[in-house]
C-alpha cells in the first residue's frame, strides 16, 4: 500500500502543473485586468493610456502570459506565494487568515452530515416500506432538490430576523475569539450547509445498505443465529459504508474550496468568499494560489477515499 501512496502523490506533480496552467490560461483570456478593477470606471475612460500601462507594468501585467505564469510558478516552487494585487496583503497571510474559517465551517457540516445520514438512511432501509421510510425518503429528495441559498435565506428570516435567536452573519464579534464565542455565528451556516450533504448521504446509505441486505452473507449470517442487530450493523452496514465514502470523499474540497454559497449568504470570512472576490478583481497570484489548493485537495480526496475503502472492503486490493 505504501508503494500505491507513493505513486499516488508524485502524480500530483504534473496534475497540478496542468490545471494550474489551465487556470492561469482562463484569467488571461478573461475580459479585463486587474487595473481595470482597481480603478473605478468614471475616472478609467479618462486616465492617460501611459499611466494605465506604467501601472500594467508596476504588477508585471506586460509581460508574455508564458512569461508571467513561469514567474509565479518559480516562486511558488521556492515557497514564494506573491502578493495580492488588489489589497498588496501576501496571500500567505491571506491563505492562513481565512482558511481556518473555512475548514471549521465545512468540517462540522461535513462530520455533522456524515453521522446523520448514515444514521438516517440505515433506520430507512431497515423500515424499507414503512411511513418512516417514506417520510425520510420524501426529506431526502427535498434536502436534495432545494438549492443551498433558499435554505440559507430562509434560516436567516426565521432565526435572525424574526426570533433573533441567531446573528444574522459573520464569525465574530471584535474582540471574541474563543469557538463558544464563534458558536451563535457558527449554527445556521454550518446546518444548512449540512442539510445537502445530509439528504445525499442518507440516499446513498439507504440504498447501499438495501442492497446489501440482500447480499448471500446476510442470509448466512443469519443462519448461524446471530443476532439481528449484529447482522445488520457488523455485516450489512459495514459493507454498505463503502459507496457512502465514496460520497463523502467526493466532499472533502469542501474543507478547501469551501461553500462559496454558504458564505456569501452568510457573509462568513472563509476562503470561499475570498475565492470569489479575487475573481471579481482578476487577482491573478491568489487565484492561482486558491486553485492549487483546491487541486492539492481533490487529489488527496481520492487517494484517501481508495485507502479507506480497501481497508473496509477486503475485496479491494490496492495497486491492482
Same mark, same amino acid.
Given at each position: 500500500?505504501?508503494?500505491? @501512496?507513493?505513486?499516488r502523490v508524485l502524480l500530483?506533480? +504534473? ?12 484569467? &488571461?483570456?478573461?475580459?479585463?485586468? +486587474? ?66 474559517? %473555512? ?19 440505515? @433506520?430507512?432501509?431497515?423500515? !424499507? ?7 425520510? %425518503? ?17 434560516? @436567516? ?26 458558536? +451563535?455565528h457558527l449554527v445556521m451556516?454550518?446546518?444548512? /450547509?449540512?442539510? %445537502? ?18 447480499? &448471500?452473507?446476510? !442470509?448466512?449470517? !443469519? ?50 468568499? &475570498? ?42 486490493? /490496492?495497486?491492482?
Amino acid at each position: 500500500m505504501l508503494s500505491y @501512496i507513493l505513486r499516488r502523490v508524485l502524480l500530483l506533480i +504534473p496534475m497540478a502543473l496542468v490545471i494550474s496552467f489551465l487556470v492561469y490560461l482562463g484569467l &488571461e483570456i478573461t475580459p479585463g485586468d +486587474p487595473v481595470s478593477y482597481m480603478i473605478p470606471p468614471d475616472m478609467y475612460g479618462s486616465m492617460d493610456p501611459e499611466r494605465l500601462q506604467a501601472l500594467r507594468e508596476s504588477l508585471g501585467l506586460g509581460q508574455p502570459f508564458i512569461v508571467r505564469y513561469g514567474i509565479w510558478l518559480w516562486g511558488v516552487l521556492h515557497g514564494n506565494f506573491g502578493y495580492s494585487m488588489s489589497g498588496g496583503v501576501p496571500i500567505s497571510t491571506i491563505v492562513a487568515d481565512r482558511l481556518p474559517a %473555512t475548514i471549521e465551517l465545512s468540517g462540522i457540516a461535513l462530520v455533522l452530515s456524515t453521522i446523520v445520514g448514515c444514521v438516517l438512511g440505515t @433506520i430507512s432501509a431497515l423500515r !424499507r416500506g414503512s411511513g418512516t421510510d417514506n417520510s425520510l %425518503t420524501v426529506v431526502g429528495m427535498l434536502g436534495v432538490s432545494i438549492p443551498e441559498f433558499f435554505f440559507g435565506l430562509v434560516a @436567516i428570516l426565521i432565526f435572525a430576523l424574526n426570533l433573533q435567536w441567531l446573528p444574522v452573519g459573520g464569525r465574530t464579534l471584535p474582540g471574541y475569539v474563543t469557538f463558544w464565542d464563534r458558536l +451563535p455565528h457558527l449554527v445556521m451556516p454550518a446546518l444548512v /450547509l449540512s442539510v %445537502t450533504m445530509t439528504a445525499g448521504v442518507m440516499r446513498y446509505a439507504r440504498s447501499s445498505m438495501l442492497d446489501s441486505l440482500n447480499k &448471500e452473507f446476510i !442470509r448466512t449470517a !443469519r443462519s448461524k443465529g446471530l443476532p439481528e442487530w449484529r447482522v445488520n450493523l457488523l455485516h450489512g452496514f459495514r459493507v454498505a459504508l463503502t459507496p457512502v465514502i465514496v460520497l463523502i470523499g467526493f466532499r472533502l474540497p469542501v474543507l478547501i474550496g469551501g461553500s462559496v454559497v454558504i458564505e456569501q449568504v452568510f457573509q462568513w470570512p472563509g476562503i470561499g468568499n &475570498e475565492f470569489v472576490a479575487a475573481v471579481r478583481s482578476q487577482d491573478y497570484p491568489l487565484v492561482m494560489m486558491i486553485a492549487l489548493l483546491s487541486v492539492v485537495a481533490v487529489s488527496l480526496k481520492n487517494l484517501i477515499v481508495d485507502v479507506l475503502t480497501a481497508l473496509i472492503d477486503p475485496r479491494v486490493r /490496492l495497486g491492482r
